[in-house]
């Protein structure tokens, strides 16, 4: 009834998205003006003025490792994954709209994160949102991977599947919570990304939750 | 006499070209100038000038989801394709050449959305321009594969073939209709090629169209 | 001695690259400033602006489709080769490198094409020069793969070979005189590389080149 | 206990950061303004003002050898890969991010290298920082990789294996020098980096080292 292919195209699609968008996070790095050029009387010299623009390597770093990490949990949910339906390619489609988003909010929040009022506000909140919006894409996507058991392999620890989905759920609370946090201090809430960022990478649950199927050598 | 290739690297060229296209969209969403770079006294704030930028979201939202729906089809498309001759890789280079465009007509869109005069109805018009091309290039695409059957596998369900040319030629009128439409109401125009996107994503034909020879598992 | 192994990541890595040049022509095709805007008393309105930027579009076409046929080649030259080694794989970087270069002679010759003086000339040869390096790095990428046999499928029809690298050659001279024709007159230059893409587009001489390995159904 | 898959997707992740890092440095070969609008009464033309740039063009060139030899010697590396782990993964997506990083050191140098003052230095010094950020990725990886001997295919020449890592350290070191050259001459250093990749094209050395397996025909 329903059509399924092989994810061969989805994985080839989706490594070309993720891989643009990590790349194009390097297009907001600025090159300073010359100190002439911007009518800059006062010698700060180019160190200086790459020192002063110290938020967007910030946010880059953050922005980097957020859509690494997203690419490498991408890469272990696919490994599960034997067959993939229409449901699995438009929640896919979802999850590369907000990774291809990142980008934005990333160079907003490295426009942004210093201004003194509200606006620096303003700015972490969105980028927080779209972290929400990751998390819940990623969601999403687990739940249309998980909902026919004919689209696994066989080898599926349906108890760390479980698991795993909890384990989405507190980040979308946790996520969530930055928005809030966003109101309070932004650079707080860019310090708790570049945490969590970290913190995913060394996460042991999310590799016990593929190691029944991949750590065996499967032969695909 | 003519000579023929598996579709493996047409597959890959493809995914690139529609991974970087979707992906360059971000680029267009701009991040709003500093109130006080911009001369601007009144403070609105950023929240105000990031909602008074919706037209770039919404150009965005409809481009993407139209790229998106454009690689699952063509995904679709190329599972029931076992060689590609020149008449296919040429047809599948003008699609992609249409592809790559979309990003030119969502930027002018959006810088153009709310103006006030005929220039709204011009961006609209080259935008559904763009998107009629994109129907006919996708037309011109199915012609290719379908008008020799050796390059296709053997399941093709000849029936569903026609169906999908004929949902095709629909498809050329109502684009057609859309740059009529450009004239009357720029926002109405986005609105029905948002609508459209939509339509295509819960569209059971074109699956039916692809289930005969997908549904089953190809060793490919 | 030297060590050879089979071409798929550079076939990857060249299908990305390409794919990433021919998309970021959009770049260059650039949304008119608003009238009031650019302070354009005189209301000509954003169809006669469009219209006014008519050599981006006839750049981007011409330079699409040269890395397009450039890829369509590069495949059918690949379907030939069972092994690569490193002056392959450094050839194909000098290749990669010319065609990564397109956009900015492209950007170049659409921005001074209707200039006035002589500056007109010196963007028509460098575009022509760009052209002529893509055939330098073309012949001696398909040198590096003649030269020996041990990287070919068996198939290999020798004297199409030979056909082949005296095209190269013709190729090389044609986009030589190009370099020259661009100094009398720059429109005619941009049309005769249009006219030598589509030459190419239609040429059965580089199908039946690699016909004799390809039209059979290689395992690859 | 440690997951493991094969290294496919990590090969189609990296080859696709690497193509549009590589591609991407082309945006940074500005067009120079026309003339007039520049204010520029004395009338150079196009020719001078294109060889003005040259800075432009050599960060271009040393560049994009820079990344084509790590794609190169990335690719001669995982011919040896049989599996990956998290530590793999990581240490790849690390050298990534210094991949992707460096169209912005590029174009930093482009823009200062002919600067009076000591800016030149700084730049200079930040390409020179990048390029050891790179060998100290590239040495991480090579570490990872070979630290277990169940990742990689039988035919491990280990002597060739510390050879690489000696030669490694050894490159570390000569990129530490050239932040120190930095601070003498901008130019020279640009130069030695140009001459460094020039050299790795060459380099024998690293080819025997992956000899060893990849000599014979592995059924990858």
Same mark, same amino acid.
């Given at each position: 009834?329903?059509? /399924?292919?092989?994810?061969?195209?989805?994985?080839?699609?989706?490594?070309?998205?993720?891989?643009?968008?990590?790349?194009? @996070?390097?297009?907001?790095?600025?090159?300073?003006?010359?100190?002439?050029?911007?009518?800059?009387?006062?010698?700060?010299?180019?160190?200086?003025?790459?020192?002063?623009? =110290?938020?967007?390597? %910030? %946010? +880059?770093?953050?922005?980097?490792?957020?859509? #690494?990490?997203? =690419?490498?949990?991408?890469?272990?949910?696919?490994?599960?994954?034997?067959?993939?339906?229409? &449901?699995? @390619?438009?929640?896919?489609?979802?999850?590369?709209?907000?990774?291809?988003?990142?980008?934005?909010?990333?160079?907003?929040?490295?426009? +942004?994160?210093?201004?003194?009022?509200?606006?620096?506000? *303003?700015?972490?909140? *969105?980028?927080?949102? /779209?972290?929400?919006?990751?998390?819940?894409?990623?969601?999403?996507? =687990? =739940?249309?991977? /998980?909902?026919? &058991?004919?689209? !696994?392999? $066989?080898?599926?620890?349906?108890?760390? #599947?479980?698991?795993? !989905?909890?384990?989405?759920?507190? #980040?979308?609370? *946790? +996520? #969530?919570?930055?928005?809030?946090?966003?109101?309070?201090?932004?650079? &707080?809430?860019?310090?708790?990304?570049?945490?969590?960022? !970290? +913190?995913?990478?060394?996460?042991?649950?999310? /590799?016990?939750? *593929?190691?029944?199927?991949?750590? $065996? $050598?499967?032969?695909?």
């Amino acid at each position: 009834m329903t059509s /399924t292919t092989d994810g061969k195209r989805l994985e080839a699609f989706s490594d070309g998205v993720m891989a643009i968008a990590i790349t194009l @996070l390097v297009l907001d790095l600025k090159v300073p003006p010359h100190a002439e050029a911007a009518g800059n009387t006062t010698a700060h010299g180019l160190a200086a003025a790459l020192g002063h623009e =110290w938020p967007s390597y %910030a %946010a +880059y770093l953050v922005s980097f490792l957020v859509i #690494g990490i997203i =690419w490498i949990n991408h890469h272990a949910m696919f490994t599960q994954v034997r067959r993939v339906d229409r &449901a699995v @390619l438009f929640t896919n489609l979802g999850l590369l709209m907000v990774v291809s988003l990142i980008p934005f909010p990333t160079r907003l929040l490295a426009d +942004y994160l210093t201004s003194d009022d509200s606006d620096a506000h *303003v700015a972490a909140a *969105v980028y927080s949102a /779209t972290m929400l919006g990751m998390a819940v894409a990623f969601t999403g996507l =687990w =739940w249309a991977i /998980t909902r026919d &058991a004919g689209l !696994l392999h $066989e080898h599926l620890d349906r108890a760390a #599947g479980r698991a795993a !989905l909890r384990r989405f759920s507190l #980040g979308l609370a *946790v +996520y #969530g919570g930055c928005i809030g946090l966003s109101f309070v201090n932004a650079y &707080a809430t860019l310090a708790v990304h570049g945490a969590l960022a !970290l +913190y995913y990478c060394f996460d042991q649950l999310s /590799t016990s939750a *593929v190691s029944a199927s991949a750590a $065996e $050598e499967q032969p695909r």
